[in-house]
């Protein structure tokens, strides 16, 4: 391809909403445009880059035995409300009418439509087990809709679902899925764990998420480098302080005028945030909850979601009025103790192993120190609701934990009945029996991922793109295209190379040599052949994107060389 035609509209000044690497590069880069908020629009170099991931994607996932399919992306209304997700999803949801005025919407997932699909036509154990998969759009209307295609309202996913007999088969399926995604991400020249994910209230067995190490990533993910434990924030558990050492001391009220917050207490006391604990007011659905952690954590509001089986919008931290109804305090002085009312209190479970601590006395201006659990009062539940931080002791080794930030590439979850029961999907087994399938599910982020993988290959000139996905594997600059003999060798060696099925771009714009290396610099692609003076000698120059330096090398040997360096780096 000639870049004096191609539609690469380079920028210079980017809009300030694009924060992140690779959000700038895209634009900068001319991969894609904006279209509305979360939505975008892919131009030739960006098509090229997500065509390459999907046929990674495609590749690796027929090589695990999996079938690719192809499924609606308007779905109708009723095989959602058969699974009870019409209402579930809510306003992340894209829904809209026909004009006979039936329901539909923009699949944001296709668990229901492949299940229907398996339902239909598969109706004994001899046609089992089954992986299927698409590639397609998907829609959700999402709530924060951010770093470009990290986040966005419409992508590519491919998603993949597995029916088998017993889930035993369903460990098979899960286990194929996982290598291949492995695969997947390993071609794509990303650095990822794979995390113990939350599976949700709603049920499910296990999941796992592929995350992208990555300091813009939106999760939290603790690790262990000894024993290789890895779960995401929602997930992540530690091993608690099991010797306590300290005595009871006879519990106090202190008068704290003014002071609520815990960085107030540490300086008006002088004690240390970890011998404080807090006590949160949540309201959830028409109850209120009363949920206590130490006063150096972070509650994790998923665990929580958990615990009380609940859903996202359903659960928010209490008004002041509800505040100063259980407590009797203005807000900032809420305890367990005392409350009125009906409060559920739930409890860390570091909580019942401290000793001596300082909480809200439920009157203002008071707080009670040396207060112990068991003694002076007791839970409803105690359960993990913490973050884990960094230094915390691992739960299988107690070795201190990692935290780094990830995005989440892709996920694969067991599902086991929960659609099959929904809609109905069963086979007959050997003995003739009726019995619900087992199913599976798996998602990858295409644009997401291409997005990541900048995110991990970039410097301050440009995209670095890994040979696997780069749009073009060769740029050949001619450094003065008025000259004839560099004008002579730059054509030839761009035919030689483009009869070789080599992806080749030639910069035949006449422009200043370094405008010229600026862009293929930006554009990341991996080998530059620099075409200049030196022809004369026979020789031009080899450079790699990723490196520093240039090699001369003799014309004649310059296309053997470049196939050399592809073959090696794919
Ligand atoms: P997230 O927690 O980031 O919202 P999710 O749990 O909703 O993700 P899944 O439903 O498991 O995501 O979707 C499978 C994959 O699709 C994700 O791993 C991610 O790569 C991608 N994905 C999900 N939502 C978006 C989005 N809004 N924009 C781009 N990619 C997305
Ligand atoms: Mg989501």
């Keep these: 391809m000639r870049l004096s035609q191609l539609l690469v509209p380079t920028l210079r000044e980017i809009p300030a909403e694009a924060e992140i690497p690779s959000h700038i590069l895209m634009l900068k880069a001319a991969l894609m445009r904006k279209l509305a908020?979360?939505?975008?629009?892919?131009?030739?170099?960006?098509?090229?880059?997500?065509?390459?991931?999907?046929?990674?994607?495609?590749?690796?996932?027929?090589?695990?035995?999996?079938?690719?399919?192809?499924?609606?992306?308007?779905?109708?209304?009723?095989?959602?409300?058969?699974?009870?997700?019409?209402?579930?999803?809510?306003?992340?949801?894209?829904?809209?009418?026909?004009?006979?005025?039936?329901?539909?919407?923009l699949g944001p997932t296709h668990e229901e439509v492949f299940t229907d699909l398996i339902r239909n036509e598969v109706k004994s154990y001899r046609q089992l087990p089954l992986i299927l998969y698409q590639i397609q759009t998907k829609f959700r209307d999402e709530r924060r809709p951010r770093f470009g295609v990290m986040r966005s309202r419409e992508f590519i996913m491919k998603d993949a679902y597995s029916f088998d007999v017993d889930w035993e088969g369903l460990d098979k399926s899960f286990n194929k899925m996982y290598e291949a995604y492995c695969r997947i991400f390993d071609r794509c020249g990303l650095k990822y764990l794979v995390v113990e994910a939350d599976s949700g209230a709603m049920g499910g067995k296990d999941s796992k998420e592929f995350m992208v190490i990555s300091s813009i990533g939106e999760a939290a993910i603790a690790y262990c480098d000894n024993c290789g434990y890895a779960a995401n924030e929602e997930k992540a558990e530690c091993l608690i302080n099991q010797e306590i050492v300290e005595e009871m001391l006879p519990k106090e009220k202190v008068y704290t005028p003014n002071i609520r917050t815990i960085e107030e207490l540490v300086n008006f006391l002088g004690i240390t945030p970890d011998k404080f604990v807090k006590t949160l007011i949540y309201k959830a659905k028409d109850n209120v909850i009363a949920a206590l952690i130490r006063g150096d954590r972070d509650l994790n509001e998923t665990k929580l979601l958990n615990i009380l089986g609940i859903r996202e919008e359903e659960l928010e931290l209490a008004d002041a009025s509800i505040v100063e109804k259980v407590t009797g305090a203005k807000v900032g002085f809420a305890g367990p103790i005392g409350l009125k009312g009906e409060v559920l209190i739930i409890v860390d479970n570091e909580i019942p192993q401290m000793r001596n601590f300082i909480l809200g006395a439920n009157e203002t201006d008071y707080h009670i120190k040396?207060?112990?659990?068991?003694?002076?009062?007791?839970?409803?539940?105690?359960?993990?609701?913490?973050?884990?931080?960094?230094?915390?002791?691992?739960?299988?080794?107690?070795?201190?934990?990692?935290?780094?930030?990830?995005?989440?590439?892709?996920?694969?979850f067991k599902l086991g009945t929960k659609y099959s029961d929904a809609l109905g999907a069963k086979y007959v087994d050997e003995d003739g029996n009726e019995k619900p399938i087992i199913m599976g599910c798996y998602g990858i982020?295409?644009?997401?991922?291409?997005?990541?993988?900048?995110?991990?290959?970039?410097d301050e000139k440009g995209i670095i793109w890994p040979m696997s996905v780069a749009p073009y594997h060769v740029i050949i600059v001619p450094v003065n295209v008025s000259n004839e003999a560099q004008n002579r060798v730059a054509e030839d060696i761009y035919v030689v190379l483009q009869k070789e099925g080599i992806e080749v771009l030639i910069d035949d714009r006449d422009l200043r040599a370094g405008v010229k290396f600026n862009d293929a610099d930006l554009l990341g692609i991996p080998i530059r052949i620099t075409v200049g003076k030196k022809v004369d000698d026979g020789i031009v120059e080899?450079?790699?994107?990723?490196?520093?330096?240039?090699?001369?090398?003799?014309?004649?040997?310059?296309?053997?060389?470049?196939?050399?360096?592809?073959?090696?780096?794919m």
């Design 37 to 105: 908020s979360g939505v975008y629009i892919y131009l030739p170099l960006g098509q090229r880059i997500l065509r390459k991931v999907e046929q990674i994607v495609r590749e690796e996932m027929d090589r695990a035995g999996s079938q690719e399919v192809l499924m609606a992306a308007l779905i109708p209304a009723e095989l959602l409300k058969e699974s009870g997700r019409w209402d579930v999803f809510g306003p992340e949801m894209f829904k809209l009418k026909d004009r006979n005025e039936r329901d539909f919407c």
């Design 370 to 412: 040396n207060v112990n659990y068991g003694r002076d009062f007791k839970a409803d539940v105690v359960a993990d609701i913490k973050n884990v931080i960094e230094g915390d002791k691992c739960p299988r080794c107690g070795s201190p934990l990692k935290i780094d930030r990830g995005i989440e590439v892709g996920h694969i």
């Design 445 to 458: 982020g295409i644009n997401r991922t291409v997005a990541a993988i900048i995110e991990q290959h970039h």
């Design 542 to 569: 080899i450079k790699l994107r990723e490196k520093e330096e240039a090699e001369e090398v003799k014309i004649s040997d310059v296309v053997e060389k470049v196939k050399n360096i592809i073959k090696e780096k």
